[in-house]
């Protein structure tokens, strides 16, 4: 076994349950990748530090049976450029990461495609399709609908299109710089904002990693309710998609009623925690609000109300030829193409890739509640709205069981911050898929470093390969069925 | 279809009537009367996102539900700037969304109103100003109304652009 012998030299990373840390060389960074790779594990999240003095280290995150592998690779100056070994022929995603990671640090990967990704002041150079009866569709920044900004180049033969390439970064702002401009005890909101529609995760993994790096311990009952935002916020983006998947497919009717029962649960979510979208809900130490006994059963019921509905709403989608027509087929991406993408969270779950960290690395309370892991083959829209229906369905069964026996004690403790150059890694399973933090503290309770990483880095490659063959006007039912964010990988 | 005309007919219309909040039965009248009085047709708005987390679209899109039922109250979201009385821009205007949203806000034609939304468009919010965001939308081109939150709620979101509406000019 290769890949243990990195496993049994690594030390332990706090944080999330069961991350470690190697330090390599050039040589052993393309080996640990490539022992990765035959283990069946994946690159999850590869990012660059820089000194100001010019010394950098580049670190790649691995999504391994064990747990998560972080490799680190010196890359000290010289006062010259450094370089290291690019992993985009292992993890086809780590070209997109690599070419960030270089606008963001000025450290090149050997990887030859040199185009800027984040740094938009150059023309970009779109890949060029060649035949009779070829030609372009460009779509974006600005989209027809209340969407993120990103350009969609669509090359197309007809109505079919041939190829799509992704030009995205238009909503780039600078997060990670702006995170070393904050203190690292209240830099969790700043986190809630990487992807807004998954800040409970994202602000989690983050709390997640500065915890592990404190020392201190979650009380009981503030985790139950972290999971207890976590399955709301699954739950209302999983109905606001499958309104706007129906809607999508020319069904209104999905629409009205999804959105309505989203809104049924975003009031009751405000009822119980005082905002409809839970933002800075997740705070260092637990939660910024408890929950009375009332309002936990409040909620219980309305979730109880929801899924019941969802139930009887998928008969209604399954039933109606057009709906089914329309996501049969649709967008398909095959299990083994899925997996060599290394395609993560829902959109991986629908094409065969059985990986939900609630279920392989799990942190508490997920350590108690048995969680189902939801796993389709199709790889077409039809799989990724099964997927949805079928974690709807199991969320609502988590909140229903989170609520009902919510533990007593404090809802928060006190956290202190960590002492400079602690290290921490969070990972938490997002409605989305596993969302990555890496934090590492500066002196006086500043940070040095923190690296969000959103699972659309790995999914937005697999849809440009899931359109293929399709035609242009289901680009946004396929589109919709990965729902992937922009500024979670803009950053 | 059976089923479905049974759901249609069993859940009703929920679009807010009493007992629903005061306020959103309020501001849906005034917006509606004001709308009918200037422009004597539906009140088309065009969203920019120019560096948004994604936050204020979630409500934007809570805004078309059944219960806020923006289209009942004669305003509507058009695909193109070139069809829009009023733009609703998201987000603190980041480096890379500069040009688009100044050519999105030519593209519209005059009279124009421009609602900025969310701590971010109203501030710059967290991010502020930095090499890579320019920081409060009012910071490239001219802001009518800015309403603030994070994410700001569907009736507050009404609220701006009744207040848009009733601006002179």
Redesign the interface.
């Known amino acids: 076994m290769p890949l243990k012998r990195w496993w049994d030299r690594a030390h332990k990373i706090v944080g999330a349950s069961s991350v470690r840390g190697v330090g390599v060389d050039a040589a052993q960074w393309l080996q640990v990748a490539s022992d990765v790779a035959d283990s069946g594990g994946l690159l999850h999240a590869l990012w660059v530090s820089r000194e100001p003095a010019g010394d950098a280290a580049v670190y790649g995150a691995y999504l391994t049976d064990a747990g998560v592998l972080v490799a680190e690779l010196a890359l000290p100056s010289g006062g010259g450029s450094v370089y290291y070994p690019g992993l985009e022929d292992l993890f086809p995603a780590a070209s997109r990461l690599q070419r960030a990671a270089f606008d963001l640090s000025g450290v090149r990967s050997s990887d030859p495609d040199l185009r800027p990704w984040l740094n938009h002041a150059a023309p970009y150079e779109f890949v060029r399709v060649d035949g009779e009866g070829v030609h372009e569709i460009g779509v974006g920044p600005v989209h027809a609908g209340t969407i993120e900004p990103g350009h969609f180049r669509f090359s197309v033969v007809g109505e079919k299109v041939l190829r799509l390439e992704e030009h995205l970064g238009y909503v780039h702002k600078g997060l990670e710089q702006r995170f070393t401009q904050l203190p690292i005890l209240q830099a969790h909101r700043l986190a809630a904002r990487v992807s807004g529609d998954s800040a409970v995760a994202f602000s989690w993994a983050y709390c997640q990693a500065l915890e592990g790096m404190s020392g201190g311990v979650l009380p009981p009952r503030a985790a139950w309710l972290r999971a207890v935002c976590l399955e709301l916020e699954r739950l209302a983006n999983h109905l606001g998609d499958l309104g706007a998947l129906g809607n999508d497919a020319g069904f209104a009717f999905g629409l009205a009623q999804f959105s309505r029962l989203k809104e049924d649960l975003l009031r009751a979510v405000s009822a119980a925690f005082g905002r409809r979208y839970l933002f800075d809900i997740v705070v260092p130490g637990g939660v910024a609000v408890d929950v009375s006994t009332e309002a936990a059963r409040a909620l219980a019921e309305v979730v109880r109300t929801v899924c019941a509905e969802i139930i009887e709403l998928r008969g209604i989608y399954d039933e109606h030829e057009g709906v089914r027509d329309r996501f049969t087929g649709a967008g398909c991406l095959a299990p083994e193409l899925a997996a060599r993408l290394g395609v993560l969270g829902l959109a991986g779950r629908a094409s065969g890739q059985a990986r939900d960290a609630r279920v392989d690395l799990p942190c508490a309370p997920y350590t108690e509640l048995a969680v189902a892991k939801i796993v389709h083959q199709g790889g077409d829209v039809a799989a990724r709205v099964a997927v949805r229906f079928e974690e709807a369905q199991e969320s609502g069964r988590l909140l229903r069981r989170l609520l009902a026996a919510l533990p007593g004690g404090e809802h928060a403790a006190t956290v202190d911050a960590p002492p400079a150059d602690a290290f921490g890694v969070g990972l938490i399973e997002g409605w989305r898929g596993p969302v990555l933090v890496a934090l590492q503290a500066g002196p006086e309770g500043s940070i040095r470093r923190c690296h969000p990483h959103d699972p659309s880095w790995q999914n937005w490659p697999a849809l440009e390969y899931a359109i293929v063959g399709n035609i242009v006007p289901d680009f946004p039912l396929i589109n919709k069925s990965f729902n992937l964010t922009y500024s979670g990988v803009d950053l | 279809m059976l ?2 005309l049974r ?2 007919a069993s ?1 009703g219309l ?1 679009s807010e009537l009493p007992p629903g909040p005061e306020e959103l039965l309020r501001v849906r009248r005034a917006i509606d009367e004001r709308i009918a009085a200037v422009l004597g047709r539906a009140l088309c708005i065009r ?16 805004l ?4 806020y039922n923006l289209e009942g109250c004669n305003i509507r ?1 058009v ?3 070139r069809h829009a009385d009023l733009l609703l821009v998201t ?2 205007v ?4 500069e040009a ?1 949203l100044k050519r ?1 806000y030519a593209a519209t034609p005059d009279p124009k109103l421009v609602v900025a939304l969310g701590d971010c468009g109203c501030t710059g ?3 502020g100003e ?4 320019l920081g409060r939308v009012s910071n490239v081109i001219p802001v009518d109304v800015a309403v603030p939150g ?2 700001p ?1 569907p009736v507050l979101i009404l609220q701006g652009i009744l207040t848009a509406i009733q601006s002179p000019g």
């Open positions: 089923k479905t759901k249609i859940v929920v969203h920019v996102d120019a560096g948004s987390c994604n936050g204020c679209e979630l409500e934007i899109h809570s078309g539900n059944p219960y979201f695909a193109s700037p987000g603190p980041v480096k890379n969304m688009a999105v919010g967290m991010l930095c090499p890579a965001s994070c994410p709620s």
